[in-house]
């Protein structure tokens, strides 16, 4: 393993110090590896993990670094070898590659109270709405989305009458780029928007759901909480729909729903009286809401967390949903190409394994800007 | 006492609410016997047929147990003056359900959500750069609404292109299967969708062994969705047979 390494690294030298910048993703390695990478604003960190034997492999961008990993699987563990080589100016010298995934990640939360559709004034109280809700606002390099949540009484679904209700509307507005204008973006929404209910509300019964259906009841048949989920895309750079979902997740752990005492009519018939507490709120627990990771197949190799240039060169792309026990709650493909069925479990296995990573990213990220939101 | 209308409504619902609990409990079992009598995977009987319209340039009727869909293909004919340029062929799908084709009488609008799946999995087995600058039309319509819908509409569609003389890769075939506890049921019916933890579809050309559209919802573990694939792909290869031999029927008489 130690002399492949090396070959890919002399490989490597040898293509970092190409003078050309700009030249395209070009990529050394050996049989078909499992591939992801992280990419950030000028730093771009590549990962490659083999489930099956141990492999390695490298890539290489020559106007921003080089990095080269190699992996074992023989420990069941993941070794990782970060090599830079500065070649471009923006070339970062002190990084060494990590196995830590997006770190292009960044979440900034709101305050609950904050005026919905105004989030964009970040940790500033907004006047005092009386209903409940939440928003939070997800980076991911350059893309930026903002995920609203509002809470409203509403009547159960006659067939459902023990759940409440929850619904998912994405907004691409052209201010993000020209080509949402008109039925380009309206397009995009209704794919977003159905690919989340896909991915984030579960099945029919419920199983896998993120959120709790039965815990929005509050007098069964009669009265319930319809919370509406909003997402804003403010900008646009690839992969929306895990920025959205990561939103998404950050904005429940952020809702609150006010407490509410039920005075029940005289007769069964009757609706029942219902008092909304602007004081006291009860907060959701989102340990259970799934990450989506989306992989871009490009070429031969299948990347996560895609920028626009990336997607621009994409032939399909899977999108799969991963709880916090490890299990797939929802599944998307876009793209027209068609797909190898051993290429998608394939996916679906790395997919689990960014996923983890990814959420304990997520949880640990909700628990400081959470901290930090007491602060003030 | 009189019964008045409004108790009359609630008692009814109460009822098939009940009713809805005690086939959701028959489905966790681990064995139970479908409505229909078939085997958890065994699929329903398919019907298919092409010409089912005449000023379509082809154009192919199905029927899978109670479900029944026409699918009429148009073109390819010019792209509309306001669409941009393009070098390669656009593909237009649209999924509308009759008004009488659900038990309760549905709007009978078009179905955004299928309209696009029907898309995504017809556009990777059409050979779009045989019809430069034009444009092909998908519409089906779904008559009766008795499960598995969008497979059989994909199913469908596939022959009506295949009808129309659109040239593809492959005939597209699909297959949907439904999660309930342990066990995996195929080909499920509207009653066993409304209880299902889970379902799986599988969009995929069986001669070329690529998957062109892939939706799964519920939680599933990776072992699970292994069988249900190979499940899938199996029934997939077979429907993928029935088609064809409606075709060859079709052009032989």
């Known amino acids: ?376 | 006492m009189a019964t008045n209308p409004s108790t009359y409504a609630l008692s009814q619902s109460s009822e098939s609410k009940q009713r809805l609990q005690q086939r959701r409990r028959l489905f966790q079992e681990t064995d139970w016997t479908r409505s229909d009598g078939r085997s958890f995977h065994q699929c329903r009987p398919a019907f298919l047929r092409t010409g089912a319209t005449n000023a379509a340039s082809g154009s192919a009727y199905a029927e899978f147990g109670v479900t029944k869909v026409i699918v009429s293909v148009f073109g390819p004919r010019e792209s509309k003056k306001a669409m941009m340029y393009s070098g390669t062929g656009r593909l237009n799908c649209n999924v509308s359900y009759t008004t009488f084709s659900t038990p309760v009488r549905g709007q009978g609008s078009d179905h955004k959500e299928y309209s696009s799946m029907l898309h995504k999995a017809l556009e990777g087995a059409i050979i779009l750069e045989t019809f430069p600058k034009t444009t092909v039309d998908v519409f089906a319509l779904v008559l009766e609404s008795g499960g598995g819908d969008l497979p059989v509409i994909i199913t469908c569609a596939s022959l009506a292109l295949a009808d129309a003389g659109i040239m593809m890769y492959d005939l597209v075939a699909s297959v949907s299967v439904s999660c309930f506890g342990r066990n995996l049921v195929i080909d499920p019916t509207s009653e066993e969708e409304a209880c299902q933890d889970g379902a799986l579809m599988i969009t995929c050309m069986p001669a070329r062994n690529e998957v062109t559209q892939l939706t799964l919802t519920g939680e599933w573990t990776t072992a699970k969705i292994n069988e249900a694939m190979e499940l899938c792909l199996d029934a997939c290869s077979k429907l993928a047979e029935v088609v064809r031999s409606c075709l060859k029927e079709a052009a032989s008489g």
């Open chain 1, 1 to 376: 393993m130690e002399t492949r390494l090396l070959t890919c690294l002399q490989a490597l030298v040898s293509l970092s110090l190409s003078p050309l910048p700009g030249r395209p993703l070009t990529r050394l390695c050996c049989p078909a590896p499992t591939k992801c990478s992280f990419s950030s604003h000028r730093r771009r960190i590549h990962s490659s993990l083999s489930p099956l034997d141990p492999r390695c492999s490298a890539v290489c961008r020559s106007d921003v670094f080089a990095a080269a990993s190699c992996s074992t699987a023989a420990s069941k563990r993941t070794l990782w070898f970060g090599f830079l080589f500065a070649t471009g100016w923006g070339g970062d010298l002190a990084h060494t590659a990590c196995s830590s995934p997006p770190s292009r990640l960044r979440i900034s939360l709101s305050h609950r109270r904050t005026l919905v559709g105004s989030a964009t004034v970040i940790g500033e109280e907004n006047g005092v709405i009386p209903q409940a809700n939440g928003s939070a606002r997800v980076r991911l390099g350059a893309t930026d989305v903002i995920v609203s949540i509002k809470a409203e009484l509403g009547k159960p679904h006659p067939l459902q009458p023990d759940k409440g209700k929850v619904a998912i509307f994405i907004d691409c507005s052209p201010t993000a780029a020209p080509m949402f204008e008109g039925r380009g973006g309206e397009e995009l929404s209704t794919e977003l928007s159905f690919a989340l209910q896909r991915c984030l509300l579960g099945g029919r019964s419920g199983a896998g759901a993120g959120i709790d259906l039965s815990s929005l009841v509050i007098v069964e048949g009669k009265v319930c909480w319809d919370l509406y989920i909003d997402g804003l895309v403010v900008s646009s750079d690839g992969n929306l729909l895990d920025a959205l979902a990561a939103a998404i997740k950050v904005a429940l752990s952020n809702t609150g729903i006010p407490k509410v005492t039920v005075n029940l009519g005289a007769s069964p018939n009757d609706q029942p009286d219902v008092d909304v507490s602007d004081e006291e709120f009860l907060q959701f627990d989102t340990s259970g809401v799934p990450v989506v990771v989306t992989l871009t197949k490009v070429g031969r190799h299948y990347i996560v967390d895609a920028t626009s240039e990336e997607e621009s060169q994409m032939s399909s792309a899977v999108s799969i949903s991963v709880n916090q026990h490890g299990h797939i709650c929802g599944l998307t493909k876009r793209g027209g190409a068609g797909l190898d069925p051993s290429v998608i479990l394939d996916m679906i296995s790395v997919a689990k394994h960014v996923g983890e990573q990814l959420m304990s990213i997520l949880d640990s990220e909700i628990a400081a800007a959470e901290a930090s939101a007491e602060d003030q």
